[in-house]
């Protein structure tokens, strides 16, 4: 490794401090990031910092706050996925290989903006190597929700309903029915739990959760985690105790108690905040969660206000509302699925997209539309949160939440987010690449009458004869040339693996 220039990080102390060579040195970029990627994972009780000699100044100092607590973050994209707006990386040359330039759109730094120029190596030792990993980092350090969170939560059917044995019967429904098994880990309780105040400031639950301890105990014996709701404002969105001018009591209290989730709903916080101070009100709770040192995962619920997807990741989310709520009726899930079109380069390990819970099971839909339903959020790579009550599920609502090759798509390894590959009036193909080199796709007719969907192998990078899996059916259909095209009922969809 090259000689050490720690000029921008001599305030820092206790620190392990690593320098990368200049390109001179002759080591490839992506040996160098594999290096020290495994460093800071040997290493995970130090901070560490990798300080590019053009760094200096204030653009350094704001490339560092961005970084410094997302490293398996960046790590990702700088094996191959994207560089952030407003940067060219142009890699050293492999022998035998000529230079590559990739553009791509990962973060938004508006707000905090980086040099507006082009970067080669040469002059920036690259912005892969301007990576420091605090031990106040979040969630995406701490390894939570490395796929999209799978579980359930009480809000869609229970809403202000809801108590501590609604809760337990949950847990063993989960625990005991085969939904365990196929993934799904969170119990989480939304609104209405809270009570009232002590005269310290700490939140108490109110009567429906007379031992909040013992609650989270049980779920956590069920070999399951759980997960609870705030506001940032005074009050939450069905008028309980919001965490408002508590931010740090209620983190301190919700780790106690060993909750691992934390939605947390903006609502009234838009009486006491402007918009434009989203970013720094969510991440003053996520530093709250973050010097408890409990790992958990933070769910930004604000409906996509402010583009949250462009910063949800830079406040410390594991996942955000990239919508208003759901209904359990097909016309709302269905423009707040395929709207998510567009969103995927801000979904990946850690941080994903969220266009809100399952309803999968709570009646308004028929088998069709809740099969486009679980069919359209695995492709998107969604936490899948059911929404119903498990304790009286019908054995098809069940096997439609438990199908694991299903599932297996949207838990897939690669992390990234389906999208729409081809559109002809209400007759939709979106796929989703996977990790084994398959490709997930799902045919759709938004329509209200049955028609035929057809996939155009072309339109998916594959030339020539493919062979095709229906996920549902658990069925090879066998090899096909170009094309694969499959009849499709009003409202319905079928979900099949191209490989």
């Known amino acids: 490794m090259g000689q050490s220039n720690v000029t921008m990080a001599d305030h820092l102390k206790g620190h392990l401090l690593v320098e990368h060579g200049d390109i001179d040195d002759n080591v ?26 053009m760094f200096h100044g204030e653009s ?3 490339a560092l706050y961005l970084v410094r607590r997302r490293w398996d973050y960046f790590v990702q994209y700088l094996l191959g996925v994207t560089p952030p707006k407003n940067f060219e990386i142009k890699e050293d040359r492999p022998p035998g290989r000529s230079p590559r330039r990739r553009r791509g759109y990962l973060l938004d730094f508006t707000e905090r903006n980086l040099p507006r120029r082009a970067c080669t190596m040469k002059t920036f ?7 420091a990993a605090s031990l106040e980092a979040g969630a995406v350090d ?82 399951l985690k759980i997960g609870i709701y705030s506001s940032p404002g005074p ?63 933070f769910s930004l619920c604000q409906y996509g206000y402010a583009r949250v997807w462009q910063w949800g990741v830079a406040v410390g989310g594991n996942l955000w509302r990239t919508t208003e709520d759901i209904s359990d009726h097909f016309d709302r899930m269905s423009v707040i699925g395929f709207d998510q079109d567009g969103l995927e380069s801000f979904a990946g390990p850690g941080h994903w997209n969220d266009p809100d819970m399952l309803e999968v099971g709570n009646g ?78 799902g045919l759709f007719n938004r329509g209200e009458s049955g028609n035929p969907v057809t996939i155009r192998f072309k339109d998916i990078g594959i030339e020539g004869s493919a062979k095709v899996r229906n996920l549902w059916m658990h069925k090879d259909l066998g090899s096909f040339h170009g094309s694969y095209t499959a009849e499709m009922p009003r409202h319905g969809a079928v979900l099949i693996k191209i490989q």
């Open 235 to 297: 009050k939450t969105c069905a008028g309980y105790e919001g965490s408002y001018g508590h931010e740090e009591q209620d983190a301190q209290q919700y780790t106690g108690w060993g909750f691992d989730y934390l939605k947390y709903d903006w609502c009234s916080a838009e009486k006491i905040y402007q918009r434009s101070q989203m970013q720094e009100v969510y991440n003053k709770m996520h530093d709250a969660l973050a010097r408890t040192g409990r790992p958990i995962v």
């Open 142 to 223: 701490s390894g939570v929700a490395m796929t999209p969170p799978m579980g359930w939560n009480s809000w869609n059917h229970f809403a202000c309903k809801v108590t501590a044995d609604d809760v337990r019967s949950a847990a063993d429904a989960i625990a005991s029915n085969g939904m365990k098994d196929a993934g799904y880990t969170y119990v989480n309780i939304d609104d209405c739990w809270q009570g009232t105040r002590d005269e310290q400031g700490r939140i108490r639950p109110n009567q429906k959760f007379p031992d909040m301890k013992a609650l989270v105990d049980y779920v956590h014996a069920k070999g």
């Open 28 to 53: 490839h970029p992506v040996e160098s990031l594999r290096l020290v990627d495994a460093l800071m994972k040997a290493n995970k009780n130090f901070d560490m910092l990798l300080v590019p000699n």
């Open 60 to 62: 350094g100092d704001h």
């Open 364 to 441: 308004g839909m028929n088998h069709d539309e809740y099969t486009t339903h679980m069919s359209l959020w695995v492709l998107l790579a969604a936490p899948l949160l059911a929404g119903n009550d498990l304790s009286k599920m019908t054995p098809e609502t069940l096997d439609l939440l438990t199908n694991k090759e299903v599932i297996a798509v949207d838990q897939d390894a690669k992390g990234v987010q389906g999208r729409r590959v081809a559109q002809e009036g209400p007759l939709e193909v979106w796929a989703k690449p996977l990790a084994d080199g398959g490709i997930a796709v």
């Open 125 to 131: 030792t690259l912005f892969v190597f301007l990576i």
